[in-house]
Every structure is written in structure tokens, then in C-alpha cells.
């Protein structure tokens, strides 16, 4: 896992100089090595710095140039052992063990084509030294990311992270793109392509760039496609889901360093430690805690039982207040733009110490996503089985407590928009976020399957953004995070499955639990989700209400143009003086959490906003 930067274009050379800085701001991504490359025809230039993982020697380093090619990437190829074979047949000499030479064999020999066969977590920039191409691509998976931007003088700029791109042209205006930014304002998230930088976009899973000289094309490759259903009985369709699962879990184990597992308490991380422990011995497991009167926020108990069954010792980190308050800044600025929620917060602190003994790390993400683990799949489920049935009300009657806003939620969406609503509205009278909003419906299923649609909401827009968030929280402490739930084949799998099939008589993740089953402590197939929440929404109102009466009330042309100053106290002393049921109380928290990142964005990268 590195970090790479590069620009290309006749004028390349023009900011030749500036690429070994911009490999420091991002060294945090890559601090075991780092290199430039500088064409001999003065049309690319490219930096990458290098976390070592496969192949620790020299013979690794990158950019990495042969016969004529050189390639500049980041991820892991967990397949490239198996495709070297045929590269070896075709003449290819292999001076190291590295999946980055399997990479830059494949594209030299097969050229973009051989994208289709790896299988991993992967983007980069390849260089083609005889035609003068520059070839950038994003793996399908969209877990690792590759910024672009277009400079005044047609020079293109690309890098794993924006501050890359802002290092290499100082006079780059940062101008907030405002469309992105009430995207972002209703939904705390946005499409995969925007960023809230104007001018700096992103490549989409999947897609791969060519430029030649003065043109480029553009293609995707592996992208998800309609496949017949799965025809299977029920004990079939679990024992091969456990299959699918532990093979891919197996995969994301290649490493020439010590590995190590988030358990969050849930069924997904559980499921992935467990099954990881099969095939190695030395796993390390880590999770995070609040000191808290309400157990909701301490999931010890279950992490305690996975870690004992391994065998693994368990750290335990304990998050503070404090702990928020000198690392807020932090965490704001390695993100690089605000994107997601509040959990931000408590991911980046356990990655911080878990990167003082490990450089691997597998995480359960893509769980929820592929087999209908959140709230608002259970209310989908009651929508489309029929709302007043004997059999509906019943189960209604059995619903957790933190699934009920959801179920009243979809069904005031549907009563009132006459439509499928996915994500509630956070920021709805601001003057950029307007009522009737399209940007994000525009990436949404137009389906009149509730779960239809809700299911591809989280595969294409919700989990993206976590996945966005996941690179650059563990990048900053030098980690890198796999996801084992998360993979090609799985998901292939996973999306022939029948949406009823997945949650058996409404209940989440049924499917998913009968898989893990026998494999984590029984203990965690009832215990009910909770997602790693943080307790932000109480310390605003006590431990962090001086920091965040300071910050969202401070000085802000930025914060006046989302919030008047006036609305802004209001909202931060109504929190502090009435609290609301949990579900309101959250959303609310959500706007200060969203106020706070906007302010030190806004400061940190001299953001502008017409």
C-alpha cells in the first residue's frame, strides 16, 4: 500500500521540482521508500512513496520502470502469484516477488485488458515510453482512490491524495464545488466522481483513462452486470456463501508482514477475525471504547469473545474527549475534503495505535451492504411484503427500538414523495441545500423495489464514501486495510442471492448469520447492531461544548453562507438544553459534527465559497 503522484503534459517538466515535496505531504502513505521518475521525452513525470508489504527489497521500489513501461500504483494484487505464470511463458524475466512487477508485466504484455484478471485492491498511472500514453486506472472495487485534475496550462495532475495536487500548482484556487457541497449538506455524502474542490474529480471504480498527448479516452472494466439468480436450497445457499466468504478471507491474507483484525463487536468483523484465524496464527486484534454509563457504547464484551476464541490477544483502546480535541484538526485534514460521519472520529483513533505493531489490517466493511444489515432494509422489507398485513404487524411489533425511526422514515417518504427515499436529509433549509435536490437521486435504482433500490444505494453510494474514508484514516497512520467482504467474486455472489433469501422473515443479515454460525461465539448472532457509534452527541452537549461552541461560532464567512451565526447558536444551545429521542438526537449531533468539519476544512485548506 503506497501513495503515488504524477503530472503529464508538454509542459510536465514545469513542475518536475514540485513532485518530491508532494511525495512528502503524502509520505504518511508510503514511509519505507520513495522515488520520481522523469521521461525522457519531458512529457510524465511521477512520484510514489511506499509502504512495504510484498517483496520488502529494493527490488520493489517504485516507480518501477522495464523494458520501456513503468508503472506507478497502489493496492495489493492478492491473484498475481497465479498470474505470473503465463507471464512467465511469455518471456518475461521477474527480478522481484512483488505483485507491482506482475502488474507492470501484465499491462507490458497484454496491455489495460489485463485489468480484467486481477483481483485486489489497486490504482495507478502506467507510462508507456515508445507511444508517449499515460495510462490511469482505478480498481472496481473503488476502495483505493486516484484524484485528477486538469491545470491552466492543460497539465494533468493525479494523486492518491488532493493535498498531493495542491501541492504541485500553488496557485490552484480552492473553490468550494457547490453542487458537491449541498450534496453533501443534505446527505454527508456524494457521488463517487465529485469532490468539493472545484476543478479536482475522481476516477470512478473501475474506470481507466488513456492521454495521448493532446486526447484521452476512457473505459471501465468489471463493472456489475445483471446475472441469473441463484437456484438453491437454503443449507446450499449457506454452506456456499461460507464458502465464497472464507476464500476470499483466505486471499486477503497474503503479506509479508504480520496481520492484523478490527473487531468492532459486530457479525462482519467477527466473521472475517474467525475465519482469518483458520489460515494464520499470528493475528492481532484491536477495538475501541468509550467510558460511557450506557453500555451502547462499549462493545468489549462481544470483541473479548472473538479475540478468546482465536486465541488472540485483544487491544483495547479507550477514546476520549480529549482525545477529539487534539485530533479533530487532524482527522479533518488527512481526509482532505468532509465526507461521511461522525464515526470518522473513532476509526482514525484505533488505526492511530493499531499502527504501532501492525502494517495489515482486515476490517468487515461490505458486510451490511451485500447482505442487508441496516435498519432501513428491514422497513424496505415491510413495504414491499404489504403494510397492514396480520403477518407485517407482527413483526412491526418485534422491531428494535433504532429501527423504528427508519421504518416511519421510508414510510413518510413514500406516502409524501411518492417515492423510494434512501437517506435522510440532515442540512434542509440552508441556502445551498434546497428542497427537491437531484444531484444524489441521479446515481439512485429508479426501481419500485424498495430493496431493490435501497440495495444498490449502499453498494454505490453509501459504502463508497466509507470506503473513501477507510483509505485515507488508515493511510495516515501508514496502515493498510483490507476487506475480505468486500471482493469481486463475493460481491458477484452475494447479488445473485434473492433479497428475501438474505434477511429470512425480515430479520437483518439473516443470511449472513446463519453463515457465521458455528464459526464467532453464538453470543453475537443476537446481539443487536450497533456500528462502532461514538457518544459525540453527549459530549457536545458537556465535555465538547466549549470546543464546539468555539469553533461553530467563530468568525466563518464560510460557516455564514451554510448557517447564519444566529441559527448556528441556536441549534448548538437547543442541543445542550433539550435533548430529543436518540434518533433525533443523533441527526442533530450530525449537524454540529458536519458544522465542525466544515470550519476546519474551510481554515486548514483556505477554502472559498461564492
Known sequence: MCGLVGVYGPNAFKYKHRIHSANQVIKHRGPDGDGVYQSDDELCVMGHVRLAILDLSEAAAQPMKKAGSVLSYNGEIYNHSSLRQSLEQNNWHFTSTSDTETLLAGLSIEGVGFLEKARGMFAGAWYQEATKTLTLFRDPLGIKPLYIAKLADSTIVFASEIKAILAIDDTFSCSVQTETLQCYLTYENYPQSNTMIQGIECLLPGEVRCYQQSTHTQHYFNQPEPLSPLNLSYQELVTQTRDVIERSVKNHLLSDVGIGVYLSGGVDSSLVACMAARHTSDLASYTGYFVDSDSYYDERKYSRLVAEQIGSPLNEIEITANDFISHFDAIIYHQGQPRMGMGVFSQYMVARMASQERKVFLAGHGGDELFAGYPLFKAAWLMEKGWITKKCWSILSKMKKNELPWFVYLFMARAIQKKTAFAPSIFTSTALSKEGNGLFDSFMSRSNKPLEAIQNYYQTIYLPGLLLIEDTLSMAHSLETRLPLWDLDLIRWANRINMQDKMPSGQLKGLLRHVAKGVIPDALLSAPKRGFPTPLRKWFRK?????????????????????????????????????????????????????????????QYRMTIA
Open 543 to 603: 465535555s465538547l461544548f466549549t470546543f464546539a461552541k468555539e469553533r461553530i461560532l467563530s468568525e466563518s464567512p464560510f460557516l455564514d453562507v451554510i448557517m447564519p451565526h444566529k441559527e448556528r447558536e441556536k441549534l448548538l444551545y437547543s442541543h445542550r438544553k433539550q435533548p430529543l429521542p436518540f434518533a433525533f438526537d443523533e441527526r442533530r449531533a450530525h449537524r454540529l459534527w458536519m458544522l465542525l468539519c466544515l470550519e476546519s476544512w474551510s481554515r
